[in-house]
């Protein structure tokens, strides 16, 4: 979910009606990612204590972004794609023993997304693209 960091009625909206919708229509255990965008822009309306606390009492994750300067936008994927990783790492561990999906094993899901952040940051650097 994202709000806009500099416009608390944003804000309200998330903690109201947008969190009750993806209550209402989405499994329980769903991974929820609070974005707060616009953290280049000065004016802040919703702080980023006041917002971790909300995420942190909801049990979501948080980063803020700036959609203008790209900051912290890749790094909100990748964020939200090493829980998804995990949750699936812990529900193919808690199978039960004999089926057998429950003989795969699998790496770690750094493991997995560490090799890709390193030729990401790589490519970043070398100035080409």
């Not at 953290?39 to 606390?53: H, N």
Request: with cysteine.
């Amino acid at each position: 979910m994202v709000y806009d960091g500099t416009n608390e009625q944003s804000f309200r909206d998330v903690k109201g009606f947008w969190q009750s919708e993806v209550e209402q229509h989405s499994e329980k255990s769903i991974s929820v990612l609070l974005l707060g965008n616009k953290m280049d822009l000065p004016g802040e309306e919703v702080t980023e204590e006041q917002a971790g606390q909300y995420a942190k009492s909801k049990n979501y994750m948080f980063i803020q972004t700036s959609a203008k300067t790209g900051g912290n936008v890749e790094e909100s994927f990748y964020k939200l794609a090493r829980k998804l990783l995990e949750e699936k790492l812990m529900q193919v561990s808690e199978r039960k023993p004999g089926k057998p999906e429950a003989k795969k094993t699998y790496p770690a899901p750094t493991q997995q997304l560490e090799p890709l952040l390193k030729e990401r940051e790589v490519a970043r650097n070398s100035g080409c693209c």
